[in-house]
C-alpha cells in the first residue's frame, strides 16, 4: 500500500511522528467520524496509521473511508493473518489509540474481555504494554455510571486517558487536534507530565453570614476545571481541591470538595503533607470573610445590619513554607488595567509570594462582554506570553502547555 495517492500527506505537517506505526481504534460512536480527520493528522505528522474499526462503528462509516484516509487496509475482523498479532504483540507498533472509545469498550478493556478485533486488539497491546491513549465519548449518564466510574478507576494507571468534554448531557471526546497535541509531546518533548503529582484548587468561596446567606463571588471554575482535564491528559497525577464552582470537576482527578475559603485552606495543607510536583492555585478564593457569622438565620425585618469582614489569609503564601521545592503557580485577577501594570502586578506577587509563574488576566469590562473567552498573560520572572483572546478551552490548553514547558525546563527535564 505504500504507493496509496493518501500517502501523499505523510509528513507534511511536520515529521515528530516519522517511523510512529499508531494504532486506531475506532469504536461505535457518533464521533467516529472525527477519527478520519486524526488519522490525516496523524500522518501529516509522519505516522503510519493502520485503522481497526468495530461493527457499530462501520455502521457508521464504511471501512473504505478510512482506508482512504490511511492507504492501510482496515481490520474489520480477525482472520487466519493475525492481525491482532501483527499489530499489538510486543514492538509491533509504538501506540495505541482508542478514539472514539464507548463505555462498552472500556468495560471490556477493563476485564480482560477479546470477543472483537478492537477488544482483541486491546488486550493484545495490553499485554505487550505498549501505550495505550483512549479517547472516551457517550452520554454524562453513562460516564456517571458506577461501572464505567470503576473501569476509569482501574484502567487509570495502566493507560492514558483524554479527558472528554461536557457538552449538552454528554461526555464528548476530545477533539483530534487535542489528541495529536498529546501524541506529539509523547513522542517528541523529554519529561513529559505522565506521572508528574499536581495540587490544584478550583472554584469560588462561600462565606457565611449566617446558615442561609452567603459572600461569594461570580467565579464557576470553568477555567481551573478544564485546565485540571488538560493536565491530567498530558499524564499528570491531578488533585483538585474544588469550591462550589457550576462546571463538573474531572473524573480523572481526586477531587476534594470544600466551601469555604478556610476549608480550602485546610485541605491544602492536609494534601501537602504529601509530595507534589507543582501547586496550581487557580480558585477565586474571597479575600474576605465574616468576622463572627451568626449561628441562625437573621430575621430580615432589621433595617440594616453591618457585617464586619476581616482579611482571610492568603494560601499561595503558605505552599512553598511547606514544601520549598515545588512548582509552584498562582494566578493574578484585576480589571481594566494597562497590560504593563497587570504583568507588573504579577511580579509584585511572585515576589511576596515565592510563585514560579502567575497566570494574570483583566475581568473588566471586556471580559463581561462574552465570559465565555478570556485573555491571559504568563508571566514568569524574566518574560511574559499572551495568548490572545480565546475560547476557555484554548485558554486551558495554551496556560497547561506553558505551565508543563517551564516546570520541565526549572527541572531539567
Known sequence: ?????????????????????????????????????????????????????????????????????????????????????????????????????????????????????????????????????????????????????????????????????????????????????????????????????????????????????????????????LLARELASRGAKVTLIYGPGSEQPPREASVVRVETGREMLEAVRRELRRKFDIVILAAAVSDYSVETPSRKKIKSNAREITVRLRRAPKIIDEIKRVQKGVFLVGFKAETDVPVRQLVALSRRKMAESGADLIVANDIGARYKKNPGQNSVFLVDATSQAASGRKDKEKIARFIAEGIARRFLNAAGS
Open 1 to 225: 500500500m505504500r504507493d496509496h495517492p493518501s500517502l501523499d500527506i505523510v509528513g507534511s505537517g511536520g515529521s515528530g511522528l516519522a517511523g510512529r506505526r499508531i494504532v486506531l481504534c475506532v469504536s461505535g460512536s457518533v464521533a467516529a467520524y472525527k477519527a478520519i480527520e486524526l488519522a490525516r493528522l496523524l500522518m501529516r505528522h509522519g505516522a503510519d496509521v493502520t485503522c481497526v474499526a468495530s461493527r457499530a462503528a462501520t455502521g457508521l462509516i464504511r471501512p473504505s473511508y478510512f482506508k482512504w484516509a490511511t492507504g492501510n487496509d482496515v481490520v474489520t475482523k480477525l482472520t487466519g493473518d493475525l492481525e491482532h498479532i501483527k499489530l499489538a504483540d510486543y514492538k509491533r507498533s509504538d501506540l495505541i489509540v482508542v478514539y472514539p472509545c464507548t463505555a462498552n469498550t472500556l468495560g471490556k478493556l477493563a476485564h480482560g474481555i477479546d470477543d472483537t478485533p478492537i477488544s482483541t486488539v486491546l488486550s493484545v497491546g495490553f499485554g505487550s504494554k505498549i501505550p495505550i491513549i483512549i479517547s472516551l465519548a457517550m452520554h454524562q449518564a453513562m460516564y456517571e455510571n458506577p461501572a464505567v466510574a470503576r473501569n476509569i478507576g482501574f484502567l487509570r494507571d495502566r493507560v492514558i486517558f483524554m479527558a472528554p468534554q461536557f457538552v449538552e448531557g454528554k461526555a464528548k471526546a476530545a477533539e483530534p487536534e487535542q489528541v495529536l497535541d498529546f501524541v506529539l509531546k509523547k513522542f517528541g518533548v523529554p519529561g513529559l507530565l505522565r506521572g508528574r503529582r499536581v495540587l490544584m484548587t478550583a472554584g469560588p468561596t462561600l462565606e457565611y453570614i449566617d446558615p442561609v446567606r452567603v459572600i461569594t463571588n461570580r467565579s464557576s471554575g470553568r477555567t481551573g476545571v
